[in-house]
């Protein structure tokens, strides 16, 4: 157990912006908020014509999410799911442990649907919205998404097209929700800044121009 409780930061931001790599980037434990998706088969799915609408924030257990989070703050550890895109399901679940980091990073396309209830809570250090060109998202986006397999190809280019229009809306809806849109480098920064821990120029805590 932790000897105080630890702190989250909630970074959301579009699909294939970088959440992850950024989150990796900043130093402390990473929890991937996607392994909260609900199984292909729940009920409460929120449907299309064309299928399950995995982009709905109804497609994830935020509920899950919160208390999961809330645990790893106050104990330092929990148990955690580990999600299969590619047959939508929960295969199997994890041990996550923060080894006694002060600050970890909760990263997802739905992180900001939890800002709200997280800083009531007074578990939030800050949350972000990723910020980077559209066209270097798409590209990102497919290529992940290829390489993993995750859906078949024409299904994954017709998504990444459609999630390429909606990308403004996404952001502006999760600043709305609390997040603060950033660039990449201020993000590592003022994280790292947060536990006092020195950026690649060997400074800490400077203010942060993106």
Not at 151 to 160: E, I, M, N, Q, S
Not at 166 to 183: S, T
Not at 189 to 198: G, I, K, L, N, Q
Request: proline residues 6%; positive net charge; glycine residues 8%.
């Amino acid at each position: 157990m932790t000897n105080s409780p630890a702190r989250v930061v909630l970074l959301a931001g579009p699909s294939g912006s970088g959440k992850s790599y950024i989150a990796r980037r900043a130093g402390f434990p990473v929890l991937c908020l996607d392994d909260f998706y609900k199984d292909g088969d729940d009920p409460t799915l929120p449907r299309t014509a064309e299928g399950t609408d995995w982009e709905s924030p109804q497609a994830w257990d935020s509920a899950m999410a919160v208390e999961t989070i809330a645990r790893l703050a106050e104990t330092g550890r929990a148990e955690v799911p580990v999600y299969a895109i590619g047959v939508d399901q929960r295969i199997a679940t994890r041990l996550f442990d923060l080894a006694g980091s002060p600050i970890f990073i909760a990263e997802g396309i739905f992180a900001a649907e939890i800002v709200r209830e997280l800083r009531d809570r007074g578990l939030l250090a800050e949350a972000y919205a990723l910020r980077r060109s559209r066209t270097v998202t798409f590209a990102r986006r497919l290529g992940r998404d290829l390489t993993e397999r995750r859906k078949p190809p024409a299904l994954l280019v017709r998504r990444g097209l459609q999630l390429l229009r909606a990308e403004p809306v996404v952001l502006r809806r999760q600043v709305a929700l609390g997040c603060r849109a950033a660039g990449a480098g201020r993000i590592v920064r003022e994280v790292r800044a947060m536990a006092d821990v020195p950026d690649a120029a060997g400074t800490h805590g400077e203010p942060a121009v993106n």
